[in-house]
């Protein structure tokens, strides 16, 4: 199994910055990509960011130019920047990852999900 647990979450203010982190953990070979999904209450989950690991970048539309995902790939890791936060980023912010595991299985695992608030 690989276990991914976010940190970083918390309560800022609207024009303020916030860094998420998630690490994976367990069987890993290799992870192909990882990336950041939010779902806020009533609405469904939308994505906010992925990278492949060769770099290749997407993001939801409503943070391009506020947000930027990275990755260290020896530390299993990825990261999200979060700038210019705006009220309507609130929401819980989950992690996944796919990838192969070290007995060579296909994953594709999320985290428990942090919650990022931001007010007006």
């Known amino acids: 199994q690989v276990q991914l647990v976010e940190s970083g979450g918390g309560l800022v203010q609207a024009g303020g910055s916030l860094r998420l982190s998630c690490a994976a953990s367990?069987?890993?070979?290799?992870?192909?990509?990882m990336g950041w999904y939010r779902q806020a209450p009533g609405k469904q989950r939308e994505l906010v960011a992925h990278?492949?690991?060769?770099?290749?970048?997407d993001y939801g539309d409503s943070v391009k130019g506020r947000f930027t995902i990275s990755r260290e790939n020896a530390k299993n890791t990825v990261y999200l920047q979060m700038n210019s936060l705006k009220p309507e980023d609130t929401a819980v912010y989950y992690c996944?990852?796919?990838?192969?595991?070290?007995?060579?299985?296909?994953?594709?695992?999320w985290g428990q999900g942090t919650q990022v608030t931001v007010s007006s």
């Open positions: 996944n990852a796919a990838g192969v595991t070290s007995s060579n299985h296909i994953f594709n695992s």
């Open positions: 367990g069987n890993i070979f290799v992870i192909s990509a």
């Open positions: 990278i492949t690991r060769g770099g290749s970048t």
